[in-house]
Nanobody
Framework: QVQPVESGGGLVQAGGSLRLSCAASGRTFSSYAMGWFRQAPGKEREFVAGISGSGRNTAYGDSVKGRFTISRDNAENTVYLQMNSLKPEDTAVYYC??????????????????WGQGTQVTVSS
């Protein structure tokens, strides 16, 4: 089973960039899609981006399209989220998780499981 650990969050000014990393243990990392979600205080956990096990296919939430890029390095069991042109509304705790079913790339919360502890991203105006 894949267990993720997120890192790379922090405080950044609006318009700036951050790169999040998610290191995942488990021997079957490349068999599972990986997803990034975020949750702001008082809001539902929101899909940000997903990437297939091979890395060939990606999906993005509407609010981050054109600004965020998801990628993965299967040799390092790591998935990344490059966040550019950050906005105050991007402030949230960011979580990564593996897909529940091998070889399926989804965009819903129920498509993913084994959540990490999350990493805080704060964007100041």
């Amino acid at each position: 089973q894949v267990q993720p650990v997120e890192s790379g969050g922090g405080l950044v000014q609006a318009g700036g960039s951050l790169r999040l990393s998610c290191a995942a243990s488990g021997r079957t990392f490349s068999s599972y899609a990986m997803g990034w979600f975020r949750q702001a205080p008082g809001k539902e956990r929101e899909f940000v981006a997903g990437i297939s096990g091979s890395g060939r296919n990606t999906a993005y939430g509407d609010s981050v399209k054109g600004r965020f890029t998801i990628s993965r390095d299967n040799a390092e069991n790591t998935v990344y989220l490059q966040m550019n042109s950050l906005k105050p509304e991007d402030t949230a705790v960011y979580y990564c998780a593996p897909g529940r079913v091998p070889y399926v790339l989804g965009s819903g919360r129920n498509d993913y499981g084994s959540w990490g502890q999350g990493t805080q991203v704060t964007v100041s105006s």
